[in-house]
């Protein structure tokens, strides 16, 4: 459920203000393990920073370009509106770079943990990454929160298909190079990936939550779920600046779970966690995860 930004900003506030007092935070990772392991339902809730290692690109700092945009920029229905052809250049180069990667020692560490525990916790793995490497390290209960890189959506009768296809039109082989020198996109609107259905024919479009765009109601209505009862948290590679996911964690901490963030450096949310572990996942997640 949606609450608006002044209210959240101030709940964060009057929180923050109470965890001055009551919240030291720690890095005691045997502190933390022993937390996990009372844990019956345990949620982590990942963002880019778990696929750098991959050679995935994340949203924020010097990686978050594709040519001369911002990939924030290209991720938004007004671009897809003014020009599908770049829009599909950019996820046609994405698809191609998470196609080749291959889940790290963090993601693996997670669906291991996932494995080895799914009889005695719940255990939820809530991902902003829409790169499809969590599924692919093994992990079973996923919530993909932001969509996924190889689903489309038809505009027009708005059927959602899995597509693996490389390329997924003909049109975008050997298009989508990131060379920063490239200007704009010139692929035909019939040429680019077009709804199958005689009856249809519409066009498709990546099967992503562009910024704007509500999540869908079930998959967040899920998340939220699982995050209101979760005993502890593990917030990894993600910047927490992005609603609605950005507030799941430290309304969790809020009502008293133990949250615990995972990060190359401090985020805006760090302070309203238990602990926070600075280093890359494909280090610190194998150590808080193994027995
Ligand atoms: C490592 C590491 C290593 C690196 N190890 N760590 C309330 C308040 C204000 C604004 C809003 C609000 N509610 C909604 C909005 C608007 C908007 C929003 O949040 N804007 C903010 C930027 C202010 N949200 C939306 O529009 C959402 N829609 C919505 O809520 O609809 C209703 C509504 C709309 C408008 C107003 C009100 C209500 C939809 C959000 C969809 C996000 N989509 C994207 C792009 C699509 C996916 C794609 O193409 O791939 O999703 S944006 C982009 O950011 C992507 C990511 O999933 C998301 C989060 O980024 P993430 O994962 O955190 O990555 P980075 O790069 O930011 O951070 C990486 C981190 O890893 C860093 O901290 C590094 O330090 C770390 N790191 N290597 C450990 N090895
Ligand atoms: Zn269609």
Known sequence: MYISLRVFRSSLLSCSVHKIMALRQSSDMSKFKEALK????????SGAGISAESGIPTFRGAGGYWRKYQASSLATPGAFKTSPSLVWEFYHYRREVAAKAQPNAGHIAIADYEKKHSSDKQITVITQNVDGLHARAGTKNLIELHGNLYKTRCTKCKEVLVNTDSPICEALANRGAPD???VGSDIPVKDLPHCQKPDCKGLLRPHIVWFGESLEPAVL???????STCDVCLVVGTSSVVYPAAMFAPQAAARGAIVAEFNLEP???????????????GTTLPEALAE
């Open 180 to 182: 920063e020198n490239v």
């Open 38 to 45: 009372s844990a019956k339902q345990v949620v982590i809730l």
């Open 221 to 227: 209505s899920n998340a939220e779920a699982v995050m």
């Open 267 to 281: 985020t805006p949310a760090t302070p309203d966690f238990h602990y926070y572990f600075q280093g890359t996942c």
